[in-house]
């Protein structure tokens, strides 16, 4: 998330009552997650395992829980507990807007668009020209859909992350902050859930199709003419290349990568990242020649067991 304008250090770390290293105006452009951090962004860390990630990351001011040295060219904010005050400067530079009708008056909606009776349309979302937004459909705050763009009923665009963390009297919200983006040519089946990225995008790419109760988690990017059929859940930050075809009830784990045309066989875990041009199948995923092999070996241990107990007579 970039800010409407730039800021200095010291006046970020007042809004949150943070101790800081740096010099007092030192330019803060934004705030991001660790995966699209880009210079002039804050990225917050609550954990030694990834301090190392954070301070060497793009982003030129850290969020941290401790006192440690500062990299050069970089600056510093001192948190007890930066996953707190990464959500007040979430609130601070994007509150929530309360909507008392079912279209925003910031709603932009091209020519040849049709938008069916029931639908709730937030704030300052973009519709591109000749799109079809069947009933019931939900489009959350700055939702952004182009051109030729289909979308069935039931479907919500841009709901939180599923972003937690875990605390004594209970689990404590990362805000979303972020947006969805459809492209060109997208079709979206009926009861769909996109969820928007937590500070940047989440993204379907043109020209791809996607199934009836398919759910897309927080900040993935699905690129160019994909198929993605039925009931199948992808999880947050996942790259999802051009070309792909997940068959129906596919699941996948978060931060992977599926390279560009590979085909996931129906009911397969897509447990870790996979090449492309390929085809998958099963939990744990493999090739699906080598899975069916394996499946066709399994049926023959009975006769196999059957024929040691011959030799053992």
């Known amino acids: 998330m970039k800010f409407n304008k730039a800021h200095n250090l010291k006046d970020i770390a007042s809004i949150i009552n943070a101790k800081y290293i740096g010099k007092d105006d030192f330019p803060v452009l934004g705030m991001n997650e660790i995966h699209v951090v880009k210079a002039g962004d804050i990225v917050f860390v609550d954990h030694p395992k990834y301090y190392d990630k954070a301070l060497e990351s793009a982003a030129t001011i850290v969020l941290i829980n401790k006192e440690v040295v500062c990299p050069e060219g970089k ?28 279209m925003s008056n910031s709603v932009s909606v091209g020519e040849g668009t ?35 763009v289909i979308i069935h009923a039931g479907t919500i665009l841009g709901a939180d992350a599923f972003y937690y963390k875990k605390r004594p009297e209970g689990f404590d919200q990362l805000l979303s902050c972020g947006r969805v983006v459809v492209q060109d040519n997208v079709g979206i089946g009926a009861l769909c859930t996109i969820d928007k990225g937590v500070t940047g995008d989440t993204t ?8 009836n109760q398919v759910h897309v988690g927080h900040d993935t990017v699905i690129g160019k003419k994909c198929l993605i059929a039925a009931q199948t859940g992808i999880a947050g930050c996942v790259i999802v290349e051009d070309e792909v075809t997940l068959w129906g009830q596919v699941g996948t784990t978060s931060g992977i990568t599926i390279g560009s045309k590979a085909v996931v066989m129906g009911q397969t875990g897509v447990t870790k990242s996979i090449e492309g041009g ?6 744990p995923i493999e090739e699906s020649r080598e899975k069916l092999k394996q499946l066709a070996n399994i049926k023959k241990i009975p006769l196999i067991l059957d024929k040691l107990k011959e030799n053992d007579k």
């Open 204 to 211: 379907i790419g043109e020209g791809t199709k996607i199934d």
């Open 114 to 148: 049709v938008i069916q009776p029931n639908c709730f349309i937030g704030n300052n979302v973009q519709i591109g020209k000749n799109c079809i937004i069947h009933s019931n459909v939900s489009i959350y705050d700055n939702t952004i859909i182009g051109n030729n």
């Open 278 to 283: 390929k085809t998958y199948f099963g939990t």
């Open 75 to 102: 600056a510093l904010l001192i948190s007890d507990d930066p996953f707190r005050d990464f959500n007040k400067l979430s609130l601070y530079f994007k509150p929530f807007q309360a909507s008392n009708v079912a």
